[in-house]
């Protein structure tokens, strides 16, 4: 991907700052933040050696209205903050032009985590959710294209159930996101 933000650093908020500024879905957030626990000891030696590096930057696309944001990112910020990668938050109203290069399936959809480098080139992202639940979303979009037919909202409620059964399963959230973050800096 051939996408430079290097004028987007400095231009969005602190993690600290977006859970302190939620309006909507603070408790739920906050709970997943407080009650993050590692799934496994290698990924926090993983993220933990990851101090090392200075060449490294992420911007999270984000709102605090999304179900996904609000499952994802505690887990997102903890793993980043054992790495000690500077990151920031773009809220995704203000920041169309960016959340324009990372399109899901044609839409918006968030959380988007990019991982940068230091000149702002973009390395690769992930989101909005791990690949298990985004698979239910894929088919149910596929099964239903037309978001005005009569039984549409009766059909996605039953999609994000599942979803948010999904996220539980295994090693739930947590080892979930933790793991395709991981996957996903071992790239670079």
Known sequence: MSVNLRAKFGK????????????????????GYDDFKWVNEEDRLYFESLKRRDDLR?????????????????????ALET?????????VEEH?????????MGGRAVPIVIV????????GHWGPRPTDVQEIMIRFKQENPDREAADYNEKI???R?????KYDEGAGVN???VSELRELLLKF
């Open 12 to 31: 969005g908020i602190s993690p600290k700052q977006f859970m302190e500024g939620m309006q909507r879905n603070k408790e739920a957030f906050h709970s």
């Open 96 to 104: 169309q032009d960016v959340m324009d290069h990372f399109l899901t």
């Open 58 to 78: 992420v911007l999270i696309l984000a709102a605090d209205w999304c179900g996904d944001v609000i499952r994802s990112i505690p887990v997102v910020f903890r």
């Open 83 to 91: 790495a000690g990668i500077e990151t920031e938050i773009l809220i």
């Open 116 to 123: 940068a480098d230091a000149g702002g080139d973009v390395l």
């Open 161 to 165: 159930k599942q979803m948010a059964e």
């Open 157 to 159: 409620a039953v999609v």
């Open 175 to 177: 080892g979930k996101v």
